[in-house]
């Protein structure tokens, strides 16, 4: 995958993220976002030859990058995780707060793209977090932190950026 194409990608994905995170939070949301990527989530058998496993980065995270960073945190030899979940996590400091959940297989090849189909390569657009107590057609208030971001995922991992 050239590096246009994939900031066009991150682009569209970052849009419909936007747009569909609307339907369920009461937040407006800041026009500049931030981006918290966490790396390799998926349980990679080496033995997976027609993929770039990158197995040193599970858990991985890389916090508040702006968009250039995720392109050059996720594109490598032309190649990027084969899904990618991208959702509206937070609103911090002005800024939103967008999270990258990352496969650990990585492909040049977009028939190996989860959401291909769909027009987003390997964006798959996901909701914002509900709370606990959602109720359906209840819009919610986003949290002010990424603590969910920072707290659990540095638990399970132990690997901030």
Same mark, same amino acid.
Do not use: H
């Given at each position: 995958?050239?590096?246009?194409?994939?900031?066009?990608?991150? =682009?569209?994905?970052?849009?419909?993220?936007?747009?569909?995170?609307?339907?369920?939070?009461?937040?407006?949301?800041?026009?500049?976002?931030?981006?918290?990527?966490?790396?390799?989530?998926?349980?990679?058998?080496?033995?997976?030859?027609?993929?770039?496993?990158?197995?040193?980065? =599970?858990?991985?995270?890389?916090?508040?990058?702006?968009?250039?960073?995720?392109?050059?945190?996720?594109?490598?030899?032309?190649?990027?995780?084969?899904?990618?979940?991208?959702?509206?996590?937070?609103?911090?400091?002005?800024?939103?707060?967008?999270?990258?959940?990352?496969?650990?297989?990585?492909?040049?090849?977009?028939?190996?793209?989860?959401?291909?189909?769909?027009?987003?390569?390997?964006?798959?657009?996901?909701?914002?977090?509900?709370?606990?107590?959602?109720?359906?057609?209840?819009?919610?208030?986003?949290?002010?932190?990424?603590?969910?971001?920072?707290?659990?995922?540095?638990?399970?991992?132990?690997?901030?950026?």
């Amino acid at each position: 995958m050239q590096e246009q194409e994939f900031k066009a990608l991150l =682009a569209l994905a970052t849009d419909e993220s936007r747009r569909f995170a609307t339907e369920y939070i009461k937040n407006d949301l800041p026009a500049r976002n931030v981006y918290c990527i966490i790396l390799s989530l998926s349980n990679d058998n080496p033995s997976l030859t027609q993929f770039d496993l990158y197995l040193e980065d =599970a858990g991985k995270i890389v916090k508040y990058a702006n968009a250039d960073t995720v392109v050059k945190t996720l594109l490598r030899k032309g190649k990027v995780p084969v899904w990618i979940d991208i959702s509206v996590s937070a609103v911090r400091n002005r800024k939103t707060v967008i999270s990258l959940l990352c496969s650990g297989r990585c492909s040049d090849d977009p028939k190996e793209f989860y959401y291909q189909q769909g027009g987003t390569g390997p964006f798959g657009i996901k909701s914002p977090a509900f709370p606990l107590d959602y109720k359906e057609g209840q819009k919610f208030w986003l949290p002010e932190k990424d603590r969910f971001l920072t707290l659990n995922w540095a638990k399970i991992f132990g690997k901030i950026n």
